[in-house]
């Protein structure tokens, strides 16, 4: 039985649910506030899907609004065990920020829910699965994982750029194992954080399946990190209007070993000539939209062994991976 993966539209947003073969559950971010409670319904409606009535843990990468905002409706509308996140938010200039991180802090006052707050290297108790926490709060893993730590030779094809002041460099990222497989989600986390991670030695060795930091947008995704884990495949969940530059979908368009990169919704800013083929589009755009604001999600089902398929719900197409 493999593990599911709902990538939820949440328009530029990210919330991705992971459930196990045994109805375990983890959910990666909760999306944005307001809208109508719109980011909310369509996690239920995800959790639903995946015959849940509840949620096991939830992990916020960080404090930002189209990560952490939707945690207010999300509860109120699905029950909550356990919040997994890397502690107090560090970015107290920008109010947006500060205001997301106080509205959290409000649900957690309730004393309805367990709290987790790890550090790197820590394995997450999360049940059928294996998840090792890379990135919190600034902080990296120290050593490289077990098989990982060869020298990194797409160092030399990556800038280096100044440190990143915001929550996007505390990003809460986590490395997830099913059997073979493995799953990569480093949140927002930054090109300067990268770099650390990944150079001069790689400390992640390959991954399976990648889940594009910081929505496809250019602060993140530098070929240190995507061409050295050389990921099978990748899931962007950006925006039409928010995420997938043309720089970072150029850097896939060549990373090796990369079978597809799937796209939440086509990039206004990458165009024709950059985003990927419709097909492997959930949310198409202009004239050739279904429908405007639909929805639709891609989900990934991961097994053991290694294969990954993806169903684009728009198009009702599965595409298979074999190992």
């Not at 015959?51 to 509860?75: E, F, K, M, N, W």
């Not at 099913?178 to 991670?197: H, M, N, P, S, V």
Request: hydrophobic share 40%.
């Amino acid at each position: 039985m493999p593990l599911q993966m709902y990538f939820i539209d949440v328009e530029g947003g990210q919330s991705t649910l992971l459930v196990t073969p045994e109805h375990r559950s983890l959910l990666i971010d909760t999306g944005w506030p307001d809208n109508a409670g719109r980011d909310a319904d369509r996690i239920v409606a995800a959790a639903k899907d995946a015959g849940l009535t509840r949620i096991d843990a939830v992990l916020l990468t960080h404090y930002h609004v189209d990560h952490t905002g939707g945690v207010p409706q999300l509860v109120a509308k699905i029950p909550v065990e356990t919040f997994i996140y890397h502690g107090p938010n560090r970015e107290t200039g920008d109010a947006t920020t500060v205001q997301m991180a106080t509205a959290f802090e409000k649900v957690l006052a309730t004393g309805k829910y367990k709290q987790i707050i790890p550090k790197p290297g820590d394995m997450l108790p999360i049940p059928g699965l294996e998840v090792q926490v890379i990135s919190a709060d600034g902080k990296l893993i120290s050593q490289p994982l077990p098989g990982a730590g060869e020298a990194n030779p797409y160092c030399a094809q990556s800038e280096v750029r100044s440190a990143d002041q915001t929550e996007n460099a505390r990003s809460l990222g986590v490395r997830i194992t099913y059997g073979k497989t493995r799953i990569l989600d480093l949140g927002d986390l930054t090109w300067d954080k990268e770099r650390e991670l990944m150079c001069p030695a790689n400390k992640l060795g390959h991954v399976d399946l990648l889940v594009v930091s910081h929505h496809g947008w250019y602060q993140s995704s530098s070929p240190a990190l995507v061409y050295a884990i050389a990921p099978r495949v990748a899931i962007m969940d950006n925006g039409e209007q928010k995420g997938g530059s043309t720089p970072t979908l150029e850097t896939f368009a060549k990373a090796p070993g990369l079978e597809a990169l799937w796209q939440l919704h086509y990039s206004q800013e990458g165009g024709a000539a950059n985003n990927v083929a419709p097909a492997r589009i959930a949310n198409l755009t202009g004239p050739v939209a279904t429908k405007a604001d639909a929805g639709y999600f891609l989900k990934a089902s991961v097994y053991r062994n290694g294969e990954i398929d993806v169903l684009n719900t728009r198009t009702g197409a599965e595409v298979k991976y074999p190992q």
